[in-house]
């Protein structure tokens, strides 16, 4: 892999530089999930069990047509990993209130505990990240980050649907 640049390069999507990124975006992936693998391990779970919890403790009483809508997964993907985190004490399903074929998800206390044991592995990488880096590399951080999802993905950061949103004018 080649050195990272100090300096900002003008011509920076060279394939050489956008290789450079995507190598950077494979090794960082691997590294943040490393020690969220090694918890999940010890309950016989993997990353899409992670993803559910996650969610379910970022939107509580998230119903199961919207964390299908976030994972981008299938309900029968969806269904084993959450049939497993039910059983297993770790999500509650309750029936919708207004509509009662919606089924609601909460982690229960038990879920929670594991939810704050990955989320504060993770926060802890990204937070001496963040200090390391400086705002203004957050912010283009952040940017590149919206801009490599898909356009209905970005929505959820632009409209307002995600807990943290980005300025709409922040959109190029």
């Known amino acids: 892999m080649a050195d990272i640049k100090s300096g900002v390069n003008p011509l920076f999507l060279r394939e050489e530089d956008l290789r450079q990124a995507m190598e950077l975006l494979f090794f960082a992936y691997r590294d943040f999930t490393a020690e969220p693998d090694q918890v999940l391990a010890n309950y016989d779970f993997g990353r899409a069990h992670h993803r559910v919890i996650y969610f379910v403790g970022r939107h509580p009483s998230i119903t199961v047509k919207d964390l299908l809508k976030i994972l981008g997964i299938t309900k029968q993907s969806l ?9 297993e004490g770790f999500i509650a399903q309750t029936t919708g209130h207004s509509d009662r074929r919606q089924r609601l998800l909460t982690l229960t206390e038990k879920g929670q505990l594991l939810e704050r044991e990955l989320v504060s592995m993770q926060a802890r990488r990204i937070s001496n990240a963040y200090r390391i880096a400086g705002p203004e590399a957050v912010e283009g951080f952040r940017q590149v980050m ?10 959820r950061f632009l409209d307002g649907t995600a807990p943290e949103r980005l300025q709409a004018g922040e959109r190029r």
């Open 79 to 87: 269904s084993r990993v959450l049939g497993q985190l039910v059983r």
């Open 146 to 155: 919206v801009h490599l999802m898909n356009e209905t993905t970005q929505e």
